[in-house]
Nanobody, 121 residues
Framework: QVQLVESGGGLVQPGGSLRLSCAASGSIASINAMGWYRQAPGKQRELVASITSAGSTNYADSVKGRFTISRDNAKNTGYLQMNNLKPEDTAVYYC???????????????WGQGTQVTVSS
């Protein structure tokens, strides 16, 4: 079994910061790309940022310059540092990772349960 557990969400004022964490656990052989998605009420889930196993990153235009994705491969953990938060960043944030289990020959996508981020004064 493989699990992704997010943490770090909460309520923050506009202009504030939060750091989300995504810890992968279980019988993991390797983690390829990791990503953060978000879904606001009434909207489709969208990609916020992604990072490859080599550290190459990609960001949605709406968060460039404000959010930073990173990972600690030794800890099987990904992070999303969110600065200068805006009300439109309010959403449930989900962690996603392409993981190969020790008993498997191929990898597959795993999702966390989501963590709420609310930006409001």
């Amino acid at each position: 079994q493989v699990q992704l557990v997010e943490s770090g969400g909460g309520l923050v004022q506009p202009g504030g910061s939060l750091r989300l964490s995504c810890a992968a656990s279980g019988s993991i052989a390797s983690i390829n790309a990791m990503g953060w998605y978000r879904q606001a009420p009434g909207k489709q889930r969208e990609l916020v940022a992604s990072i490859t196993s080599a550290g190459s990153t990609n960001y949605a235009d709406s968060v460039k310059g404000r959010f930073t994705i990173s990972r600690d491969n030794a800890k099987n953990t990904g992070y999303l540092q969110m600065n200068n938060l805006k009300p439109e960043d309010t959403a449930v944030y989900y962690c996603n990772a392409d993981i190969r289990r020790r008993i498997a020959y191929t990898s597959r996508d795993y999702w966390g349960q989501g963590t709420q981020v609310t930006v409001s004064s």
